[in-house]
């Protein structure tokens, strides 16, 4: 079973940068692509980032594309999330996710575990 621990979140102003980070555990890491996905109150959890097994292949939703970069160390069991002009709509629980495939996937159904997620507040 994969255990996935987010860490990274914080409370910042806009214009600047976080980067959060997702330690997996339980299988073999670079089997799976990973992605990063978020809620906002009231809002549903929508698709971020996500990057395949072996780390060459990402993609982003349009809203983070050029601000936000999505890397992997397999050798760390470890992805990351770096975001840069952070905006107040950015405000959300970030989650990190295992798919169930190699290749990348932006839906929420593709991915079979879960952190438990880390907040990211942006003021203005």
């Known amino acids: 079973q994969v255990q996935l621990v987010e860490s990274g979140g914080g409370l910042v102003q806009a214009g600047d940068s976080l980067r959060l980070s997702c330690a997996a555990s339980g299988r073999t890491f670079s089997n799976y692509a990973m992605g990063w996905f978020r809620q906002a109150p009231g809002r549903e959890r929508e698709f971020v980032a996500a990057?395949?097994?072996?780390?060459?292949?990402?993609r982003y939703s349009d809203s983070v594309k050029g601000r936000f970069t999505i890397s992997r160390d397999n050798a760390k069991n470890t992805v990351y999330l770096q975001m840069n002009s952070l905006r107040p709509d950015d405000t959300a629980v970030y989650y990190c996710?295992?798919?169930?495939?190699?290749?990348?996937?932006?839906?929420?159904?593709?991915?079979?575990?879960w952190g438990q997620g880390t907040q990211v507040t942006v003021s203005s």
């Open positions: 996710a295992s798919a169930t495939v190699a290749f990348t996937v932006v839906q929420t159904t593709s991915y079979r575990a």
């Open positions: 990057i395949n097994g072996s780390g060459r292949n990402t």
